[in-house]
């Protein structure tokens, strides 16, 4: 496996980010807000698409209510998928989204990472 997107280390700060520390010895810090406007599950997806091309504020979880971001955007826990992937269960109980390891890699929003993360 590629080692830039093999994680050694991986830390949940529950109500603000994501800490993987990577075999080729990059650290990431990403956002969990970042992580569920990303989430990769047919339901996010489709909702994405349906709010369009609308601006990236619009399109940032389309249909919460304000009350419900914060526990959008928390997570309650974040577990291994095979050797591959992390799924991580949110606070307003969605957990269906599972990350892949080199998705995670991609949206590092590091100085160095960062052009990168806005590719698909
Ligand atoms: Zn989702």
Do not use: K
């Not at 830390?11 to 990431?28: K, M, P, Q, T």
């Not at 979880?61 to 974040?78: F, I, K, Y």
């Amino acid at each position: 496996m590629n080692e830039a997107e093999r994680p050694t280390g991986i830390e949940l700060v529950r109500d603000s980010s994501l800490r993987i520390r990577w075999a080729d010895g990059h650290e990431s810090e990403l956002p969990l807000l970042l992580l569920r406007q990303r989430c990769p599950c047919a339901t996010c997806r489709h909702e994405r698409e349906q709010a369009g091309s609308a601006g990236s504020a619009l399109r940032v979880l389309p249909h919460a209510a304000a009350v419900d971001r914060g526990r959008m955007t928390t997570a309650e826990s974040a577990e291994l998928v095979g050797h591959y992937a992390l799924r991580i269960r949110w606070r307003d109980g969605h957990d269906l989204g599972i990350f892949d390891y080199a998705m995670l890699r991609r949206l590092c929003p590091c100085p160095a990472c960062g052009s990168l993360a806005d590719r698909p």
